[in-house]
Each structure stands twice: as structure tokens, then as C-alpha cells.
């Protein structure tokens, strides 16, 4: 069942226009039944399993089921993903428990400035420097 | 009338860039700065949302291409000869290049950006090999998306991003591209794009062959299964020459979740045997010769590692492993102290681990089902199904011109860089054609590169885009056709989804996938194929054609199926052609003609193709190869 959504958990993003998992699925999986006001992934063999769902989700009310036609029950591998790092918890099917914490992203959310305080060479459009470059390459632009 | 309930929303543009991933952030980036110079209009369309849309939407653990020129670490020259090699000799060498000499600048920019880029104590990015960086990347596309979307703000109301609109068809005006039709998936709107010239970066293809996995495992493809062929349809219904059709890319990944095995042979120097624990690169070796000058050449091209694992299993000597427990101990070998072998352990678990979990998470989930600790067992490899991704060591997508400065010949270049061969029609990351290997930088490189390109061909080939109201209704009607065939046959049956006056497109696409893989070399049957295979593989799809029009859809996100797999329908029609057109092996471990078994001198050439949109005839072209180095 790839992703499923955990009932007691999800309560449909009711503060928001559409559902944060509905917003980021790439595969356009994710759909809010307004009945139940519970989010569910429409088709469970189009899941790639890439946890966009699951990171995203402001309840935690999402986890991943792993396919079923070659993975045994049992396992659950959770995030839990902050600003600026990922906390992964890996359970085994035997019960065995392994942490990790990797960094995300070295500057605040939002913060990306598109030239990074750099000059661009040129102003001509025909001329083969990109925008930044030089000075982005650290080095002349490579010639025949 | 299913059109009626549509609203039709036409959008005027001065730059159309169809896609969301890498490319098309590199495109929407460079594109505003020449834009706000030249007072042009951006407009980006996006099937998914642009944070976690494309291949990179999970994140990745290392990028594939950087050079490291500034440090003097590679030249250019060394990247076209390693790529060169591992695509046996068929290359664009000017596409590569032009690629190589700028891809360090949009690394450099991924740092400044926010990227974690792993690094020694002088500050030196981590090499995971030669060409391949260390990242903490779980994050990667969602910061490359917020530069590209602080980029386009720039643009003030000049620079637009529409997200969930699934692009279709493209639109003409003579000989020139003008635009693009598609519809929203959320809700009933029909779009026109009106455009100056129109930038291609819509990803390679998945599900085009039977997956291994059929249940739920289906999705688990090693690239996404919501890349579904819409570049090479697009440039293919444009009349854009294509090229490398045939070449596939079959990776060999950890089993069945496909997780990486580049941090595992490069990083941990493992090693992949078979069951009684036989390095098949070394006792399989003279095979390699049959393949010379590229299987005698290091590194060992992928499709030959491929092969030489395939002639394993065929002998029966499987399962293969990887020897994670081998190579974790190997590199423990020489740590006496207790204290610093507990540290070192603790690092290298975290770092394998961290290669799955920033990349392909239902990896590490597979791990702990099976109770596996890569310290102390090792894990099975085996090759997936094949995929159309020209962005890693396949090849296939759009033929373009080359730069005016490193071209080799009038043949590879006719004015703009990364325009196809269809006026106003440029092509980026797995959308163009014979230049592999520019994996995540490399594509976003690339779209940096066509996007400035558009802008020069816009500013001197300014005219208006002539689209008239009768081509707007019959396009409305066309993209809209599989909702009006379900309205009007759905109350004939009892059942949605069987009804002889339709088909759905789940189950056209699993009769594509069964064609593909039993005929066109699937991994089903070893990947191997003939002319007779390929010949009724094609009589086969000339069937799914006529039925393509009966697709069915009873909402927007079927509609949207329905025309993914008209875009993976012509996908593999331009495959079969250019397999059959191939007279010779050249790729085994990809595919292997079976008729012709070995590789010719006269096929070190491209295969190129070609839909002619007013006789729906096909060409088939053959064109040199000139090399730079």
C-alpha cells in the first residue's frame, strides 16, 4: 500500500485550500475525500514511494506501507524533517531501532538569492557566458 | 459537449518552458536575467509542484557532474572521452562539452544556494568518484526550485509559474512552434500557451517495458513513473528530428527498490559477484575484448557491466551480490584502536544509510523488512527495466544544435544552442538527444544554457503567433476526446472500466508494457530482440494506435493517465523504429539483436528519425559522427 494516511491522525488540512500531501505528490496521488475529510492515495501502484507525502504532512498522519509483493511486513522507516535537518527512524521487522540526522540545507528557507552576489561577464545575449560567469566557474570559460 | 464544460484560458509568452524538474529550473533561472535585460516574458509550466517535481523530487545523495575545473581536477577533454566510451562511440562530443564547461559554475551555485556538499577539512568538495560529489541531498530539488522561483520573481509580472497543468500537444505556425495546449488537473480549464518560442525539458520516459514488479511494486520504478515520454512526444508531433531512440538505459540497482549502488562500488570500493562469490568482472573479462576499443577502455562502459552480470544469471549462477559486508570490512581492515574502529563503523553505517534515505528511501525500507545490516550481510543487485533517460547513460531525445564555437560541423550546428530542427522548438536535459551523463547539474545546466539561447532566437525572430480560433476548438476537442468517449459509452455497461466501446488507460498501458517486453527486448526475455520481433512488436502498436483514440477518462486525473500513455505509445513506436533501423549489437546489456549479434564499423553513426506531421510517415536518417577529441 505505499503511503496510507493514518484516520485518527490526518484531519484534511482543514485550514488550507487543498491538503499539503495533494499539493506536493509529483504523481498527483493525493486526494481529500470531503466526506470523511481524510486524505488517501488513489492509486497505491503509481507510489514511488518518495515520502514527499510523508515529509510534508504537518500531522505526521502519513507513512509508508512498503510494497507488499517483495517487502515482508513489519519494517517502518519514519522522518521527521525540520528546517534545516532530516531525523530518519529506521524499524526493523525484528524490532531493531536505528536513528539518523542528516543536514538539509545550510541557509534559512526562502533565503536563496538567484546571483549569490555574483557579476555576470557580459551583457550579450550571443555570447556563451551564463549568468554568473565568469565568476561562478572560478576559472575562464572553456574554449576549442 | 464535453468542451463546454471547460473554460478555455489562452496565456501569451514570450519564453514557454514545459517542465518542473532540473532543466526547467536551470531554463526559468537563466531566462530571467536575460529577460529583464530584453523585457521578455518567462511562463513556466509544470505537471506536479516544482519543489518536489522531476526525477530529483526524492532528493539525491551525490551529483553525478562536476569537474572541478577551477582546481585543475579534470578537463573537458576527459569528460567527453569518459562519456564517449561508456555510450560506445556514439556521441555528440560538442553537446557534451558545452555541458562540461559550465556545470561547475551551477554546482558552485547549489552551494551558495543552501546545498550540504560534503567536505575534507581544507574545505574540498568529497569526491564519491571521479566525476560524482557527496551531498546531503535530501533537500536538493527544493532549494534549486526556490533560486529558480526567487529567480522568476525578478521578473515581476513578467515571469510566471503555473503548476499542475499537464501539457499535451504542441502547436504550430508553419514551420515555426508557437506554443503548447494542455489542461489543468484540478480543475475543468483548458489552456492555450501562446509562445515566441517554446522550451522542451518534460523528462525522460518510465513504464514505456513491463516493470519488474507488478503489484503493488509497479510504481517502484528506478526513475519516476510520472516521467512518462511527453518531451520526445512533444518534439516527435512537432516534426523534430530525434536521435538515439534506441538508446535505452537499463540500470543495475539494488533488487527490486532500486536503490544506488554508486556510493557502493566508488565510495566503499565493493565489489558485485555471483552466488559462490565470483568477481564476473574479472573472471568474465576477455568477453570485454569482443567490444574493444569501449570494453577494453576504463571505466568498464555500463552496458557491459550489465552484460557480463546478464551472461551470469543466464548460466544460472545467481543470485548476484553486491559484497557491502566485504567492502565495510575492508575498509575497517587497518584500524587497531577500539575506540576509532567503533567511531569509523558508526560513520560508514551512517553514510550507507544516508545514500537510500536521501534517495531512494523504499531502499532503506527494504533493508529493514529484511532485517538486512550491510555491515554484516551482503544485498542482492539485478538489472531493472529499461527506461528513456538521455540525462544518464542513455541517450534518446531531441536532435539539437550544437554551440556555434565548439561545433565540429554546419551538420551539428544551425544557429541557437539546443534548438531542434524545428524553428522556435528548443530541448534540454532528457528531452535532448546524445549527450549522457549530465545526470541533476548537468540538466539543470543545460536548461541554463537553451533557455539563454530562446531569448537570443526571440529577440531576433520577434513576430506574432498567429493561432486561429477554429485550431484552438479542434485542439480543445482533441485533448478533451478521452472524457467525451466516457461520457458518452459509460452507461452502456455495468462496469467503468470494461466496456467494449472504450479502454482505460491503465490497461492500455499494461498492453504496451506486455509489447514491449516481449518484443522489443523487456527484461522478460533477457533483452533481446530480432528483426521479426521488432516487426510484429510494431504491427502489435499499430493496433494500440487505433485504440489510443478510444482511451477513456472519467475525471481529470484519468485524462491525464490516458494521455501519459499516448506520450509512452509514441515513445516506444520511435524505439522499435530505430532498434530495427540498427543493423548491429552496439549496446548489449541494454539490448542485443540477436539477428545481428556483433557491432559494425558502419554503424558508428547516429540513428536518428523523424514523424512527418502532414503524411504521418516515418524517416529514418543516419548521420555521422564527428568528434572533437
Not at chain 2, 533488487?255 to 549502488?261: A, I, L, N, T
Not at chain 2, 528531452?431 to 549530465?438: D, F, M
Given at each position: 500500500m505505499p503511503s496510507f494516511v493514518i484516520n485518527e491522525k490526518c484531519d484534511g488540512c482543514k485550514a488550507l485550500d487543498k491538503t499539503a500531501c495533494q499539493f506536493i505528490c509529483p504523481n498527483d496521488l493525493m486526494v481529500l475525500d470531503k466526506e470523511k475529510n481524510k486524505a488517501y492515495n488513489r492509486a497505491v501502484d503509481m507510489c514511488w514511494e518518495c515520502y514527499s507525502c510523508v515529509k510534508i504532512c504537518p500531522t505526521q498522519a502519513i507513512e509508508i506501507r512498503g510494497y507488499a509483493d517483495f517487502m515482508p511486513l513489519g519494517a517502518v522507516v519514519q522522518p521527521l524533517r525540520s528546517t534545516d535537518s532530516i531525523m530518519w527512524s529506521v524499524r526493523f521487522r525484528n524490532k531493531k531501532i536505528k536513528r539518523f540526522k542528516f543536514p538539509i540545507?545550510?541557509?534559512?528557507?526562502?533565503?536563496?538569492?538567484?546571483?549569490?552576489g555574483m557579476e555576470t561577464g557580459t551583457d550579450d545575449l550571443k555570447s556563451p557566458l551564463l549568468r554568473t560567469e565568469p565568476e561562478s566557474l572560478g576559472t575562464d570559460l572553456y574554449e576549442k | 459537449m464535453i468542451t463546454n464544460d471547460f473554460e478555455t484560458v489562452i496565456v501569451e509568452t514570450d519564453l514557454l518552458i514545459l517542465g518542473g524538474g532540473m532543466a526547467a529550473c536551470g531554463a526559468a533561472y537563466e531566462a530571467s536575467h536575460w529577460a529583464k535585460k530584453h523585457n521578455k516574458k518567462v511562463t513556466v509550466v509544470d505537471k506536479a509542484a516544482m519543489e518536489r517535481s522531476g526525477a530529483v523530487a526524492m532528493g539525491l545523495?551525490?551529483?553525478?557532474?562536476?569537474?572541478g575545473l577551477k582546481n585543475g581536477k579534470n578537463t573537458v577533454e576527459d569528460y567527453i572521452n569518459y562519456v564517449k566510451n561508456d555510450l560506445m562511440g556514439i556521441t555528440r562530443d560538442d553537446l557534451v562539452a558545452n555541458i562540461a564547461r559550465h556545470v561547475d559554475s551551477s554546482v558552485h551555485l547549489f552551494e551558495k544556494w543552501g546545498l550540504p556538499i560534503w567536505k575534507d577539512e581544507e574545505g574540498n568538495y568529497i569526491n564519491e568518484g571521479r566525476w560524482q560529489i557527496m551531498i546531503h541531498g535530501e533537500s536538493y530539488k527544493n532549494i534549486v526550485s526556490e533560486a529558480a522561483k526567487n529567480a522568476l520573481k525578478?521578473?515581476?509580472?513578467n515571469g510566471e509559474y503555473y503548476e499542475r497543468i499537464f501539457i499535451t500537444e504542441p502547436i504550430m505556425d508553419g514551420d515555426r512552434c508557437v506554443g503548447a495546449a494542455g489542461f489543468s488537473v484540478r480543475e475543468n480549464k483548458f489552456y492555450i500557451f501562446k509562445a515566441q518560442a517554446v522550451l522542451d525539458v518534460m523528462g525522460g520516459a518510465v513504464h514505456i517495458f513491463r516493470p519488474r514488479s507488478v503489484g503493488e511494486g509497479l510504481g517502484r520504478s528506478w526513475y519516476p513513473p510520472f516521467n512518462s515520454g511527453a518531451s520526445t512526444y512533444f518534439t516527435l508531433k512537432a516534426g523534430a528530428e530525434m536521435t538515439c531512440q534506441e538508446v535505452r538505459f537499463v540500470p543495475v540497482r539494488f533488487?527490486?527498490?532500486?536503490?544506488?549502488?554508486g556510493a557502493w562500488f566508488l565510495l566503499f570500493k565493493s565489489k558485485a559477484t555471483n552466488a559462490k562469490g565470483e568477481d564476473y568482472m574479472e573472471t568474465r573479462k576477455d568477453e570485454l575484448e569482443k567490444w574493444a576499443p569501449y570494453g577494453t577502455s576504463q571505466p568498464t562502459p555500463a552496458n557491459l557491466r550489465n552484460y557480463l552480470m546478464l551472461q551470469e544469471l543466464e548460466e544460472g549462477n545467481g543470485p548476484i551480490y553486491m559484497r557491502t559486508d566485504e567492502a565495510i570490512k575492508q575498509l575497517m581492515a587497518d584500524i587497531v584502536d577500539e575506540k576509532e574502529a567503533k567511531r569509523k563503523m558508526k560513520e560508514l553505517e551512517s553514510e550507507a544509510w544516508e545514500d537510500f534515505l536521501d534517495m531512494t528511501v523504499s531502499q532503506a525500507l527494504n533493508w529493514a523488512a529484511h532485517n538486512i545490516s550491510p555491515e554484516e550481510s551482503p544485498s542482492e543487485i539485478s538489472a531493472c527495466e529499461p527506461y528513456f533517460i538521455s540525462s544518464h547513460s542513455g541517450a534518446s531525445g531531441a536532435w539539437i544544435s550544437g554551440p556555434k564555437d565548439l561545433s565540429p560541423s554546419d551538420e551539428y550546428h544551425w544557429g541557437y544552442d539546443n534548438m531542434t530542427t524545428v524553428k522556435g522548438l528548443f530541448a534540454a536535459g532528457d528531452?535532448?538527444?546524445?549527450?549522457?551523463?549530465?545526470f541533476s547539474s548537468g540538466s539543470f545546466t543545460e536548461g541554463r544554457i537553451a533557455a539563454k539561447a530562446a531569448l537570443a532566437f526571440i529577440v531576433d525572430n520577434e513576430s506574432a503567433v498567429n493561432i486561429d480560433e477554429e485550431k484552438i476548438n479542434e485542439l480543445k476537442e482533441r485533448v478533451l476526446q478521452p472524457m467525451a468517449v466516457f461520457e458518452e459509452?459509460?452507461?452502456?455497461?455495468?462496469d467503468e472500466d470494461v466496456n467494449p466501446n472504450f479502454i482505460k488507460p491503465k490497461i492500455f498501458m499494461f498492453r504496451l508494457q506486455k509489447i514491449m517486453d516481449e518484443y522489443a527486448g523487456g527484461a522478460s526475455v533477457g533483452f533481446k530482440t530480432s528483426k521479426a520481433l521488432l516487426e510484429k512488436g510494431l504491427e502489435f502498436l499499430e493496433f494500440m494506435k487505433e485504440d489510443a483514440e478510444k482511451l477513456a477518462a472519467s475525471d481529470l486525473n484519468e485524462l491525464m493517465r490516458a494521455w501519459e500513455n499516448v506520450h509512452r505509445l509514441w515513445q516506444a513506436e520511435s524505439h522499435i523504429r530505430t532498434m530495427l533501423f540498427r543493423e548491429e549489437t552496439r549496446w548489449p546489456g541494454y539490448y542485443f539483436r540477436t539477428d545481428y549479434p556483433t557491432m559494425k564499423e558502419d554503424w558508428k553513426a547516429f540513428a536518428n528519425c523523424k514523424w512527418n506531421p502532414e503524411t504521418n510517415e516515418w524517416e529514418m536518417i543516419k548521420r555521422d559522427i564527428k568528434e572533437l577529441t
Open positions: 540545507r545550510t541557509i534559512p528557507e526562502g533565503t536563496a538569492e538567484p546571483d549569490a | 545523495s551525490a551529483i553525478n557532474l562536476y569537474l525578478e521578473l515581476g509580472e533488487k527490486d527498490s532500486y536503490g544506488p549502488v528531452a535532448s538527444g546524445a549527450s549522457s551523463h549530465k459509452h459509460k452507461d452502456y455497461a455495468n
